[in-house]
């Protein structure tokens, strides 16, 4: 691959995404728009095989905020996620209708590449996976892939591991391999993997269902500081978490619908739907 | 509640356990029978070899270039023109099957869609086990014919077509257990590079191919193992002349190919020929188990290279 190939998302002008296209019967409750939206989901509808997993999902992600995606198990969270940086496009029966905007152009676009794409919006995982090589060569690994692996490598791999909150542990062993790191840590060098070639936008699918509550809490913090420079996206089942480190909150119920979309401290304190009041007070879910 | 303690000891002529450790019993035998099988087939080799070698010196045979065991008035047992045959269609037709075979694994594991992937591995595992006299008769009636096409000098035996021939033997051997090797590894590492924007290639090239590292040597191991050992098709292919030449178009002779023509010409037992046969293959049961050993040991070292 070489370093600035044709391959670029464009991100000029935006076709249609801002337009007021209405809102149509799947919008959900409270304010799915917003006007500093960097992702925009207009009736995104995602099936695998003949069953559908999300119906027409209207969503707006604002920049450099948390969006926190919430809702029982099954739901769709982990698939919305995928489907904005056509991940999902490596399952075979995985199919997308309907449009997805980032900056404005239709990620599901012909002329799109998703390799382009995933190099701007980088994601992390539910299990810690990093790859059997050493910690640097982890970091390193997505600025080699990029390209942008010319300059001061070393440089950018401890900046992203001192973003991640892991430079301190590690400092003297970034030769040694990934996997002899703790959970925790190995998530926390998959976040710094993550950002090192410095995409725009980071998905973060449930970062710390898999670790114990000291870890959870590093991690928690950690994404509330990727904000100031990045917009985060990420699904959680947790809802203190979601309450404590996002923005926006999204949720989703039922055979993947997206019931309600607004500032967290609405969605916890004053919800428009009665099935999310009852979801976030643990009535059901 | 009751507090009646419940009854947990062995009931000892029950039938259940009988057969339990009669079972232990008849597993022990069989792993038995094979483990002294195995110790009683070195045993002759190296007791043949020993009866060889009170006639032969040791530095004559690995350092002898000229092997001429029946000639009456000077034989000559110089081991090296047979390794030497051995060697050349070893190195020939591991260079066609390495290759080939792991860009097959690769190509199976990564690219090819569920559909390809079950007719196409099926099919190399027959490949594996079709008799090697048919890949012997194949090589002198299909594979040399082409050599002659574009080399009309080239004679009926030739050490290039064995090697074409063993390399098309062992392919299965390689893209099969590769595979196994590359389709064992998490897609969970497969993601975290595609996320980061990497391509099909080099997810394939630079986390698929080096996570499996293990598995793809040990495959390569084995597959040059069998290539050592390879008979049939050689005896056919490449002929019966012990000879060191860099010709590739030379008829020459393989150890294995030798002890075929002794083992079934009329070399009378106790006769120089004949034990040489045993010095032979205490030569090849060294090399091949020497490449085994060396699988496992890649095997073991390499291992746990991902959760
Ligand atoms: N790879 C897949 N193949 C088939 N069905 C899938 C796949 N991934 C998810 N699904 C289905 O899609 C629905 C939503 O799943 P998912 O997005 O993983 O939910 P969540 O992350 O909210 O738990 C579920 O019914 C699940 O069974
Ligand atoms: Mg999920």
Redesign the interface.
């Given at each position: 691959m070489t370093a600035n190939g044709p391959q670029t998302v464009t991100t000029s002008e935006s076709d249609g995404a801002t337009s007021d296209d209405a809102m149509t019967d799947d919008a959900p409750l409270g304010s799915p728009r917003v006007d500093d939206a960097v992702i925009e989901s207009r009736d995104l509808d995602v099936y695998y095989g003949d069953d559908q997993a999300l119906h027409g999902i209207n969503m707006d992600i604002p920049e450099r905020k948390v969006t926190a995606l919430i809702g029982p198990s099954g739901c769709g969270k982990s698939t919305f996620l995928r489907s904005i940086n056509r991940m999902n496009d490596l399952i075979d029966i995985a199919r997308v209708e309907g449009d997805l905007y980032f900056h404005g152009k239709n990620v599901y676009d012909e002329d799109v590449d998703p390799v382009a794409l995933r190099r701007k919006i980088g994601m992390v995982f539910q299990k810690p996976n990093p790859f059997p090589k050493s910690i640097f060569d982890n970091v390193a690994y997505g600025l080699r892939v990029q390209g942008k692996d010319d300059g001061d490598v070393e440089e950018k791999v401890r900046t992203a591991l001192e973003r991640a909150a892991l430079l301190d542990e590690v400092e003297d062993q970034l030769d040694s391999s990934g996997l002899d790191l703790s959970g925790g840590q190995q998530q926390r060098l998959c976040i710094a993997r993550a950002i090192a070639p410095d995409p725009e936008v980071i998905l973060m699918d449930e970062p710390a269902s898999a670790l114990d509550p000291v870890a959870t809490s590093k991690i928690e913090d950690l994404v509330e500081e990727l904000a100031e420079e990045y917009t985060v996206v990420i699904v959680t089942h947790n809802m203190q978490q979601a309450a404590r480190i996002s923005d926006k909150t999204a949720v989703f119920l039922t055979g993947g619908h997206l019931v309600e979309f607004d500032d967290t401290n609405k969605i916890f304190e004053n919800p428009e739907s009665d099935r999310v009041e009852d979801y976030i007070t643990g009535k059901f879910g | 509640m009751s507090t009646e303690p419940i009854d947990l000891s062995r009931e000892d002529n029950n039938v259940g356990s009988l057969v339990d450790r009669a079972a232990k019993w008849i597993f022990f035998a069989c792993a038995l029978v094979t483990v002294l099988t195995t110790l009683a087939i070195i045993l002759v080799l190296v007791d043949g070899a020993i009866d060889f070698f009170s006639q032969v010196s040791l530095v004559e045979y690995l350092t002898g270039t000229d092997w001429s065991p029946r000639d009456a008035t000077d034989p000559s047992f110089g081991v090296l023109p047979l390794v030497w045959g051995t060697l050349v269609v070893t190195v020939g037709s591991a260079l066609i099957a390495l290759p080939v075979g792991t860009l097959t694994a690769i190509y199976l594991s990564e690219y090819a869609?569920?559909r390809v992937r079950r007719t196409v591995k099926p099919t190399l595992e027959v490949l594996a086990g079709i008799p090697t006299i048919v890949y012997g008769f194949f090589a002198l009636s299909f594979i040399t014919p082409i050599i002659q096409y574009f080399n009309p000098d080239v004679g009926t035996f030739n050490v290039l077509s064995g090697a074409i021939v063993v390399g098309i033997m062992i392919i299965p051997m390689v893209s099969s257990i590769s595979e196994d090797a590359m389709s064992a590894v998490?897609d969970?590492?497969?993601?975290?590079?595609?996320?980061?924007?990497?391509?099909k290639f080099?997810v394939s090239t630079?986390?698929v191919l080096?996570?499996s590292l293990s598995g793809i040597l040990a495959a390569y191991i084995l597959a040059i193992s069998r290539a050592i050992g390879e008979t049939m098709a050689v005896t056919l292919a490449v002929g019966m002349l012990p000879q060191i030449t860099a010709s590739p178009f030379a008829e020459m002779q393989t150890m294995t190919a030798y002890m075929v023509e002794i083992g079934t010409g009329d070399a009378s037992v106790g006769s120089i020929g004949y034990m040489s046969l045993f010095a032979i293959g205490l030569t090849l049961f060294l090399m091949t188990f020497t490449m085994n050993v060396g699988s496992m040991w890649v095997r073991s070292r390499y291992r746990e290279?991902?959760?």
């Open positions: - | 869609d569920e998490p969970s590492l497969r993601n975290a590079a595609y996320g980061l924007g990497a391509t080099e630079q986390v080096p996570a290279e991902y959760q």
